[in-house]
């Protein structure tokens, strides 16, 4: 309370804020979320006898590969190869940048002549599927690149490398392969609307759009790049990740969520326990000597505070008090905790925004994607929690999550193919 770290969030007060900011952005008004026309709906029928090359790019990774369909719809995954992405070990130009890219594409050089391209970046859409990057997160450095046509660019960049003309690049954003993933796991006659959520590196959202007269909207698949809302609490901690980071005056959702920044969000809070006289004085002495903590570290230190093969775990092996542990615990899992509120807060407000689930054999269908939801600790498990109670017993809307194998490629294939 003293650093302001609220960590019990209403998720329904919290989903309401997201909702009236969507709605504003759907209107063309001033809002955090960008809401983000895709011009695209999940196909009606399976996709057949097509190959299709795949690129995801997002996060810290950079895959490709090729994804051919059979005559019943079966997709085949082969060719699969996964790089660093572009722009986060060092800042690059515009034209380095889609090199860079176009380099990673040498062993699928002219396999087929579509490409489907997961950019899970903020982008304007447009109507021939192409997108116009408004400005990368997740700590990527190529400023230059922020106004291009991101097809358009790579395109240019594998001609010069000696491709066959490619006829299509389709743009499209993690979220909405993970929601066309969904589709192709249930069909549109067992559900009545579709979300796709990712909780990983970043944090986002898409649903389906029904036709809306005053927005001037056919449906359509929506992105909202929920991790720009800005009406949310932020800690002492939370303003000192926002300080370090490349976009200090925005994404401030997605740093309160995301795996990028509840690493850092983590040591601050531990190191200010320990400059404050939280931990005995033996512990807080190394807690203080730490010059970082990953989310990795600290998710192994909650699923087994007793190992003392990991950082913490073996600080608190030599040097804690049984209320060390206790308070230590506690601070990591309320930053656990404010995520999975939050991320169950975005999920409520699009289920809300589709309209939809109102007859429990209708379900809505989510799709989530990102190791933060599915690893750290106890995120999924509170996120099914906060929907039971918020979604279906407050508000008589009925939901079901599902998985698929590979579902970014396996969505992004379709997105290259409608």
């Not at 993970?178 to 590196?201: F, H, K, Q, R």
């Not at 498990?381 to 939901?399: C, I, M, N």
Request: glycine fraction near 8%; proline fraction near 3%.
């Amino acid at each position: 309370m003293k650093h302001n770290f609220v960590c019990h969030v209403d998720v329904l007060t919290a989903a309401q804020a997201i909702l009236d900011d969507m709605k504003k952005g759907l209107k063309k008004e001033k809002s955090n979320q960008d809401m983000i026309r895709t011009f695209c709906n999940p196909p009606k029928n399976p996709v057949r006898n097509e190959s299709v090359i795949v690129i995801d790019a997002g996060g810290t990774n950079f895959r490709s590969c090729l994804v051919s369909f059979d005559d019943k719809g079966e997709a085949t995954i082969s060719e699969m190869e996964k790089t660093a992405m572009p722009g986060v070990a060092k800042e690059l130009s515009k034209k380095d940048f889609f090199n860079q890219i176009a380099s990673n594409l040498d062993h699928l050089k002219n396999k087929a002549d579509k490409i489907g391209f997961c950019f899970s970046y903020p982008m304007e859409i447009t109507e021939d599927g192409d997108g116009i990057l408004l400005g990368f997160s997740k700590e990527v450095k190529a400023p230059e690149v922020v106004g291009s046509k991101v097809g358009e660019c790579l395109k240019a960049a594998l001609k010069e490398k000696g491709w066959n003309d490619i006829k299509q690049i389709t743009l499209c954003n993690d979220t909405v392969s993970a929601l066309l993933a969904g589709n192709a796991c249930v069909p549109s006659t067992e559900v009545s609307s579709y979300i796709g959520m990712i909780l990983g590196t970043g944090l986002n959202a898409a649903y389906l759009q029904p036709a809306c007269d005053i927005c001037g909207i056919k449906e359509q698949i929506i992105v909202c790049e929920s991790g720009k809302f800005l009406g949310v609490n932020q800690s002492d901690f939370d303003k000192q990740v926002c300080a370090a980071s490349t976009s200090p005056d925005s994404f401030f959702l997605e740093k309160l969520c995301s795996g990028a920044y509840l690493g850092p969000v983590s040591y601050y809070a531990l190191t200010a326990a320990a400059k404050e006289g939280v931990f005995s004085e033996k512990m807080s002495a190394e807690i203080l000597k730490l010059d970082s903590l990953t989310l990795i570290e600290m998710d192994k230190f909650l699923h087994g505070p007793y190992n003392t093969e990991t950082v913490l775990g073996k600080i608190c092996a030599e040097s804690a008090t049984d209320e060390d542990f206790d308070r230590i615990i506690q601070i990591l899992d309320a930053i656990c905790e404010r995520s999975a509120r939050y991320g169950a807060a975005i999920l409520t407000a699009c289920a809300l925004q589709t309209g939809k689930g109102k007859q429990s054999h209708k379900p809505i269908c989510i799709l989530c994607n990102g190791t933060t939801f599915f690893k750290t600790w106890m995120i999924r498990e509170r996120v099914y929690a906060y929907l039971d109670e918020v979604l279906t017993k407050q508000s008589g809307v009925f939901w079901k999550i599902v998985s698929i194998d590979n579902d970014i490629t396996l969505g992004t294939a379709i997105a290259g193919l409608i």
